[in-house]
């Protein structure tokens, strides 16, 4: 064996070794988001670090000193903890069900009451779920992933969780987790005939699962947000609001800190769910279009760590990181434009919350850890199944 096959990067133990392999770019991206949102909560504050601003840049400088540990944590250790943090969450999601610890906010029953805090256990099963789906098809065959009747118990990991958040109702957190274990199959090399058979019964189902399997307040949102003029002050308020913000902005923005629909309160979760909006009034088509360029520049440069990996686990584990960290991109994009109802499905890095921000490093942590070990190898078919 050469010498250079003994020192092969992604194998070295030293933590200098460690940190140089970090990618730069990743930690880079991900904090000049994450100052943008800092930057926009001091200005829809009128200026004022407080309530938002200093608490969401202290906990950012936190996490991220927590993505930068996790990245030095072996990929091993990632795939152990698959199966076990996949059955940990689903029990504190069950929980949340059928114990007095289920606390209601928001008008949805999806945080745990532990006492000395809160947790929200959907926010991180997507990270559960990715780590256990990866671990499963790492086990696997390619035509097991393809066309198998073992691909029932990846829908069974993926339906659970979805069923059971989607009951809180949690109608955002119910969405990010399906679709994210649907991308993770994709990418494992599900049949297109399967995928083709899929979006036809998603397609069937979608209708009666609106008028009848929802509440009456999630239903008129998602039935308003096609023509939100004709409730304009009760469930069309958000989406209207939000497209003046965005259509106010114009090519450069009306400036910081003198956004109307932000600082005249007009707009709606202005420091959340639809920051973005208050961004493109202040700094108009080219702010935006400059943070958009930034998560898609974060989202395929991640995309290009995940392909590196030499174990099938890392590719797939960072990819699925990717994967609902994009669908937060374009679910709240398209939620503000108005080209979908209103979920609750923050900007990630850019809006004011905890529990999404943690997930979201989390997941980075794991990116990172596949580009720093992306020499790993994994054992196969140590699988639970």
């Excluded at 829809?44 to 202290?58: N, T, V």
């Excluded at 209708?207 to 307040?217: A, I, L, N, Q, R």
């Excluded at 304009?232 to 106010?248: D, E, V, W």
């Excluded at 998560?295 to 584990?317: D, E, M, P």
Aim: aromatic share 12%.
């Amino acid at each position: 064996m050469t010498a250079s096959a003994l020192t092969r990067p992604g194998e070295r133990d030293r933590v200098s070794s460690k940190i140089s392999e970090i990618d730069w770019r990743v930690v880079g991206l991900i904090t000049l988001i994450s100052l943008a949102g800092c930057a926009m909560q001091y200005s829809i504050a009128g200026g004022s670090w407080s309530p938002w601003a200093l608490k969401q840049m202290i906990r950012f400088g936190g996490l991220l000193v927590m993505m930068l540990i996790l990245s030095m944590v072996h990929l091993k250790w990632w795939f152990r903890a698959a199966y076990p943090l996949y059955a940990v969450l689903l029990v504190l999601v069950l929980a949340i069900e059928f114990t007095p610890l289920g606390y209601t906010a928001g008008g949805a029953k999806n945080w745990l009451n532990l006492g000395f805090t809160r947790i929200q256990p959907a926010e991180f099963m997507k990270i559960g779920l990715v780590l256990a789906l990866a671990r499963w098809y790492h086990d696997h065959t390619a035509q097991d992933a393809r066309w198998s009747w073992k691909l029932l118990i990846p829908a069974g990991m993926i339906g659970l969780p979805f069923i059971l958040v989607a009951k809180q109702p949690d109608l955002g957190s119910a969405m990010i987790i399906g679709l994210t274990g649907a991308v993770v199959m994709f990418l494992a090399g599900l049949s297109w005939r399967v995928i083709a058979t899929g979006l036809a019964a998603a397609v069937a189902i979608v209708p009666p699962f609106v008028m009848f399997g929802m509440h009456d307040y999630q239903r008129n949102r998602v039935l308003t947000f096609l023509s939100p003029e004709s409730d304009p002050s009760g469930t069309g308020y958000n989406i209207i609001q939000s497209k003046i913000a965005l259509g106010s902005g114009g090519l450069l923005g009306r400036g910081y800190g003198l956004g109307s629909q932000s600082q005249l309160e007009f707009l709606p979760e202005r420091h959340t769910d639809f920051i973005f909006s208050t961004l493109a009034e202040e700094f108009g088509f080219l702010g935006s279009f400059t943070l958009l360029a930034c998560y898609v520049a974060l989202i395929l440069t991640a995309l290009r760590i995940a392909s590196l990996s030499y174990s099938h686990f890392g590719r797939i584990a960072a990819s699925g990181m990717v994967a609902f960290f994009a669908l937060f991109v374009l679910i709240n994009g398209a939620m503000i434009m108005g080209l979908a109802p209103v979920v609750g499905v923050p900007m990630p890095l850019l809006s004011y919350g905890g529990s999404s921000m943690t997930t979201i490093m989390i997941g980075f942590g794991l990116v990172l850890s596949t580009r720093v070990h992306r020499y790993a190898e994994l054992p196969k078919g140590q699988g639970l199944f």
